[in-house]
């Protein structure tokens, strides 16, 4: 009796079946490393030292306000009275930057190395917390009426040590 699993006829045969095995396991190796990366729940909004700054609903932790003193992308002066909520370039989610508390003097903002992976200006927009928590899952609401816009740059390879200052008169009566 011959042995036709040898022949080449019947190896050209199983080559799509093994093509198929072979791309359903690759399929299914992404979606573990898809899965494993976001096993905490949040949208991935997170600060160089890895420490996540929204919830998985979106609101703002307390490390999105806290002031980082090397790690960080801008540094601020925040005259207000107000808690203000930064964004790179637009309104959306992933361009949260983090917080700035009110009365904020030189305050370092997170360095999200998704953000700011080249140099750069961009107006920085600002929300007031309040706004935000409002307009959260619409944040394009705010997109004409922002608390205000600071124009910006970022230098992925030099010095970031300029202070960008809001202004005490911004936002009505600040006394």
């Not at 809001?166 to 009505?172: H, P, T």
């Amino acid at each position: 009796m011959k042995n036709f699993s040898k022949s080449p006829a019947f190896c050209a045969a199983k080559l799509p079946l093994r093509a198929a095995v072979l791309a359903a396991a690759l399929a299914g190796m992404m979606v573990l490393a898809v899965t494993a990366c976001d096993l905490n729940g949040d949208d991935g909004s997170e600060d160089a030292g890895g420490n996540s700054i929204t919830n998985g609903d979106g609101t703002l932790t307390d490390a999105a306000f806290e002031s980082h003193n090397t790690d960080y992308s801008i540094l601020v002066r925040n005259n207000t009275n107000f808690r203000l909520v930064a964004f790179k370039g637009d309104l959306r989610a992933d361009a949260l930057i983090g917080g700035i508390p009110a009365h904020a003097q030189g305050h370092g903002l997170p360095l999200n190395t998704t953000l700011f992976n080249k140099t750069e200006d961009f107006p920085m927009i600002l929300l007031t917390e309040e706004q935000y928590k409002a307009n959260k899952n619409n944040l394009q609401s705010q997109k004409n009426t922002p608390f205000t816009r600071v124009y910006v740059f970022y230098n992925k390879n030099g010095d970031n040590n300029v202070h960008y200052e809001i202004s005490a008169g911004l936002g009505g009566s600040n006394s």
